[in-house]
Nanobody
Framework: QVQLVESGGGLVQTGGSLRLSCSAS????????VGWSRQAPGKEREFVAT????????YYADSVRGRFTISRDNAKNMVYLEMNNLKPEDTAVYYC????????????????WGQGTQVTVSS
């Protein structure tokens, strides 16, 4: 069993930045691919970004590419999502997930998800 806990969400103005963190516990973390997804009110959950176990290969949704950066620290069992130039349409609950394989695709088939952290971008 793996537990994932997201943090770092909050309220920010358009154009601002936030750094989300995700702490993993319960299992060796370094062999897993990681990802972030988000869900806005009244909308389906959507893929945001994914990163392979080594941190060398990443893939982003078109809507965030160039503004968001996913990273990880395997020694600390942490995953991060650096979000810059935030827009009101980025408002959502953000979730981190892990799975045993990396795929450079925008799917949501992860083995474990956290409970999420709220990000609100005001206009």
């Amino acid at each position: 069993q793996v537990q994932l806990v997201e943090s770092g969400g909050g309220l920010v103005q358009t154009g601002g930045s936030l750094r989300l963190s995700c702490s993993a516990s319960g299992r060796t973390f370094s062999g897993y691919a990681v990802g972030w997804s988000r869900q806005a009110p009244g909308k389906e959950r959507e893929f945001v970004a994914t990163l392979d176990w080594s941190g060398s290969s990443a893939y982003y949704a078109d809507s965030v590419r160039g503004r968001f950066t996913i990273s990880r620290d395997n020694a600390k069992n942490m995953v991060y999502l650096e979000m810059n130039n935030l827009k009101p349409e980025d408002t959502a609950v953000y979730y981190c997930g892990i799975r045993t394989y990396y795929s450079g695709r925008s799917d949501l088939r992860y083995d474990y998800w956290g409970q999420g952290t709220q990000v609100t971008v005001s206009s």
